[in-house]
């Protein structure tokens, strides 16, 4: 098991992992870890993901205010941290949470209640679509992955 210290600063094999925004800063997205349902999406920078991973509550960069802010503070709508992943990207973040109360601002239990849902056209999936499976070389029908539909690059597939 690896040993990080992020205890004064952001662990540089963490920070050197990241792909920040112009702004110093990545997207996360906050999940409820039992549920998986998601909650909303946070901006941190380097000091914020620390504080985040040494103190077992979720703590942003707000983009507005310009400031550093723990989720719950104010409003008693605390999010513990349970675990925390970084894409492959290193352009974003999941963190799974236990989340007290509402998440949104507004007072909804999460930003996307509140936000809604936009008309879509659903897809559906073909009869002879080949499942994948990213962790072995071969789809789940048995026949060797060529790569091709696997291959992930700043969003491209």
């Given at each position: 098991m690896t040993v990080y210290d992020n205890e004064t600063t952001l662990d540089p094999r963490i920070a050197g992992r990241?792909?920040?925004d112009a702004?110093?800063?990545v997207?996360?997205?906050i999940q409820q870890y039992d549920t998986h349902e998601v909650l909303m999406v946070g901006y941190m920078n380097d000091e914020a993901l620390r504080r985040t991973l040494t103190s077992g509550r979720v703590t942003f960069w707000s983009r507005s205010r310009q400031e550093y802010w723990r989720k719950g503070d104010t409003s008693g709508h605390r999010q513990y941290v349970k675990g925390l992943s970084l894409d492959c990207d290193g352009d974003a973040i999941l963190v799974q949470v236990d989340q007290v109360g509402a998440?949104?601002?507004?007072?909804?239990r999460s930003c996307f209640d509140e936000g809604g849902s936009l008309p879509v056209t659903v897809g559906h999936r073909d009869v002879d679509d080949a499942?994948?499976?990213c962790a072995t070389p071969h789809g789940a029908n048995?026949?060797?992955n060529d790569g091709m539909h696997d291959v992930h690059d700043e969003g491209k597939a």
């Amino acid at each position: 098991m690896t040993v990080y210290d992020n205890e004064t600063t952001l662990d540089p094999r963490i920070a050197g992992r990241l792909k920040r925004d112009a702004k110093g800063l990545v997207a996360a997205v906050i999940q409820q870890y039992d549920t998986h349902e998601v909650l909303m999406v946070g901006y941190m920078n380097d000091e914020a993901l620390r504080r985040t991973l040494t103190s077992g509550r979720v703590t942003f960069w707000s983009r507005s205010r310009q400031e550093y802010w723990r989720k719950g503070d104010t409003s008693g709508h605390r999010q513990y941290v349970k675990g925390l992943s970084l894409d492959c990207d290193g352009d974003a973040i999941l963190v799974q949470v236990d989340q007290v109360g509402a998440a949104c601002h507004t007072g909804r239990r999460s930003c996307f209640d509140e936000g809604g849902s936009l008309p879509v056209t659903v897809g559906h999936r073909d009869v002879d679509d080949a499942e994948s499976d990213c962790a072995t070389p071969h789809g789940a029908n048995g026949t060797p992955n060529d790569g091709m539909h696997d291959v992930h690059d700043e969003g491209k597939a």
